[in-house]
C-alpha cells in the first residue's frame, strides 16, 4: 500500500477557524464583560459546553471536566493564589454536577466568582432539556428548579442575574461580584440560547454599521461570525441575530438597528 501523505496545501489554501460562539451568542457579552471587569491579570476556570468554544476570548483558562471549573476555581485559591479568580459554567453542567463544587466552595470560604452561563438549554450536546427547563427528555412539562435559589440555598454570599445583552446592567453585576467582600459570589448571565430561539421563531431586526464607522475594529474584536472588515471599515453580514452588543461595543456609534426589516 501507498502510504498516505499529509495534504500541505490545505494549509496553504485554507483560512484559519479557530472555534467560535454563534452569532448573537449571549455567552459571548458575558465573557466580554467578565474580562472586562476581571482584567487580563484574573485566572478565569471554565468548564465543558458550548461556552468552550470562546476559548479565543481570554475568559477560559481551564477546562478539565464536566462540573470541575468551581472545585479548581477553589483549589487554585487555596493553593496560594492572591489574584481575582473567576470561573464559569454552564447551566447544565452546573445541575450536572456543579452544585458539590458550589457547597464545598462555599463551605470552605473561598474567596472566588462563580459564573453560571444560563442559555436554559444543554446547547453543546443537542439542546436537551435538563431540570431547570421546565419539561422532560420525553417533553412533558416537569417542575423548573431556580438556580438562583439553589445558589442562594447552598450559601452564597452574593447571588444576582443578570440578561448579558445589556452590556452595562452585566459589567455592573460583574462589578459588584468582584467587589463582593464576603466571599463567594455568583452571577447567573441569562438569557435563551440564540439557536434555540430562533428554532422557536424569535427574529430580531438585524444590525447594520453607517457612515459613522471609524475603521477602529473593537466590533471586530468581539468575535462575532457577523461582522467582518471590509476596505478599512467594518459591516455586518446576513448571519446577524440581532443581539445588539455590537452596537453597545462601538464607541463611535456607528452600529444601528435596521429598522425597515419585516
Ligand atoms: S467599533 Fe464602530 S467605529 Fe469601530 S470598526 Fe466597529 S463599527 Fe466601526
Ligand atoms: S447585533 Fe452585532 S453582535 Fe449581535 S449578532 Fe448582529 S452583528 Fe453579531
Known amino acids: 500500500m501507498e502510504e498516505p501523505q499529509p495534504l500541505t496545501e490545505a494549509d496553504e489554501i ?21 474580562k472586562q471587569v476581571f482584567g487580563a491579570d484574573a485566572i478565569f476556570p471554565s468548564d465543558i459546553g458550548c461556552y468552550t468554544l470562546a476559548v479565543d476570548m481570554g475568559t477560559i483558562d481551564t477546562c478539565l471536566c464536566m462540573g470541575a471549573s468551581i472545585n479548581l476555581a477553589s483549589g487554585i485559591r487555596f ?3 492572591h489574584r481575582d479568580i473567576c470561573c464559569s459554567i454552564g447551566d447544565s ?4 454536577n456543579g452544585m458539590p463544587g458550589l457547597l464545598n466552595a462555599v463551605y470552605n470560604n473561598a474567596k472566588i466568582t462563580v459564573t453560571i452561563l ?11 432539556p435538563h431540570p431547570g427547563t421546565g419539561v422532560t427528555a420525553t417533553g412533558d412539562k416537569t417542575k423548573s428548579v431556580s438556580i438562583e435559589a439553589l445558589a442562594n440555598a447552598l450559601g452564597a454570599d452574593f447571588v444576582e442575574t443578570v440578561g448579558p445583552y445589556d ?4 459589567l455592573e453585576t460583574f462589578r459588584k461580584a468582584k467587589e ?7 452571577v447567573i448571565a441569562k438569557q435563551a440560547c440564540i439557536t434555540n430561539a430562533r428554532r422557536a421563531g424569535v427574529r430580531r431586526k438585524p444590525f447594520r454599521v453607517n457612515d459613522n464607522c471609524v475603521g477602529c475594529g473593537e466590533c ?3 468575535g462575532c461570525p457577523a461582522i467582518e472588515f471590509h476596505e478599512d471599515r467594518a459591516r455586518i453580514n446576513s448571519l446577524c441575530t440581532g443581539c445588539g452588543v455590537c452596537a453597545q461595543i462601538c464607541p463611535s456609534d456607528a452600529i444601528e438597528e435596521v429598522v425597515n426589516v419585516k
Open 118 to 128: 444560563d442559555n436554559l438549554t444543554t446547547a453543546m450536546t443537542g439542546h436537551q
Open 14 to 34: 485554507l483560512p484559519p477557524r479557530p472555534p467560535a460562539l454563534c452569532p448573537g451568542c449571549s455567552h459571548r457579552a458575558a465573557y466580554y464583560a467578565m
Open 167 to 170: 452590556l452595562n446592567a452585566t
Open 180 to 186: 463582593c467582600q464576603e466571599g463567594l459570589s455568583v
Open 220 to 222: 471586530v474584536d468581539f
Open 79 to 81: 493553593g496560594g493564589e
Open 93 to 96: 453542567t452546573f445541575l450536572h
